[in-house]
């Protein structure tokens, strides 16, 4: 399977559990799409008795308060994806479709792990058809306060570089770069939790947030402690963790990206902003398509129009 391809899963993959904040149960099932169908969310369990299909796109996102929600609460929606979706993204998984039959993606341990693994047991398979890449040719930045988010171009490839910057001690300041890759999101990032400070806890409850959330799918900051008794996973794994959602947001751009993204104090708002800043102006960005191979584009010198066309990837 060449990199320029588009890829799906080989089989139906299924997982359940329940949502970090709703606390309810919620199974899904991740099955193959065809070439160029892209990540869509098949929302099913409706009072209504009927299903929605919800793009994963940055247009269809109707909250990022904690988390990232696409859809709309009255007729359907799906919350907490970013996880998945960074999974997806991070593997290289093009076209992929996600039926869920409730309206928050289960949490499982925390981070993307579980997710990854069952991608791994089933695989990845071509779609026979050439990728295709959103490219970033002009620098957009958003800014909030001290926090940012911003995307600029480069030669090849996706480079994430993102700080947080907390006043606990426990998680403080930390920085961390990667260019993502398959191999690289498996070592570095799939691993890492999702982590909350006990003194919100309370007021996360009273606003509807984290009823799901124990020491067996989040990390519990205390004032001077990780309050989980196995600790930390990784020395930074809070900012591993932030990397995470940053793919898992990014990826709402519908097509991988070719830029470079960097982010100080971000989160899901800034993470989704970014995109829409990107988007407001045809300029900002191009679309462009792996080059076929020579020996798969012969029949285009018979004449019978097959095009490539190829991007500075």
Not at 60 to 83: M, P, R
């Amino acid at each position: 399977m060449r990199a320029n391809q588009q890829t799906t899963l080989k089989g139906a993959v299924t997982l359940s559990g329940i949502g970090v904040h709703s606390g309810n149960p919620a199974a899904i099932t991740i099955h193959p799409a065809a070439a160029n169908h892209g990540i869509a969310f098949l929302r099913t369990g409706m009072q209504s008795g009927n299903d929605r299909l919800i793009k994963a796109h940055h247009a269809c996102v109707s909250a990022t308060e904690l988390c990232t929600v696409i859809g709309d609460v009255e007729t359907g929606a799906v919350a907490t994806i970013e996880h998945l979706m960074s999974a997806l993204y991070g593997l290289g998984v093009d076209n992929a479709l996600v039926e869920i039959d409730g309206p928050e993606m289960p949490i499982l341990d925390g981070s993307a792990l579980p997710f990854v693994q069952a991608i791994d047991r089933t695989g990845l398979t071509g779609c026979g058809a050439p990728r295709r890449w959103i490219k970033v040719l002009r620098h957009v930045r958003i800014e909030a306060g001290q926090a940012f988010a911003e995307l600029r171009p480069i030669d090849r490839g996706f480079r994430l570089d993102v700080e947080i910057d907390f006043a606990n001690p426990v998680i403080g300041r930390s920085r961390k770069a990667m260019d993502l890759s398959p191999a690289a999101y498996r070592r570095e990032i799939a691993g890492a939790r999702t982590f909350g400070m006990m003194k919100d806890v309370e007021r996360y409850w009273k606003a509807g947030f984290a009823l799901g959330a124990s020491l067996e799918n989040t990390v519990a900051v205390g004032e001077t402690a990780v309050v989980n008794p196995e600790g930390l996973r990784f020395a930074d794994e809070f900012v591993r963790h932030k990397i995470l959602d940053a793919v898992g947001d990014l990826a709402l751009a519908g097509l991988p990206i070719q830029g470079a993204y960097r982010s100080y104090c971000g989160g899901h708002r800034m993470n989704v902003g970014v995109l829409t800043a990107l988007f407001s102006d045809r300029a900002n960005y191009a679309i462009v398509e792996a080059q076929t191979p020579r020996r798969e584009t012969a029949l285009a010198d018979l004449g019978l129009g097959l095009v490539a066309f190829a991007g500075d990837l």
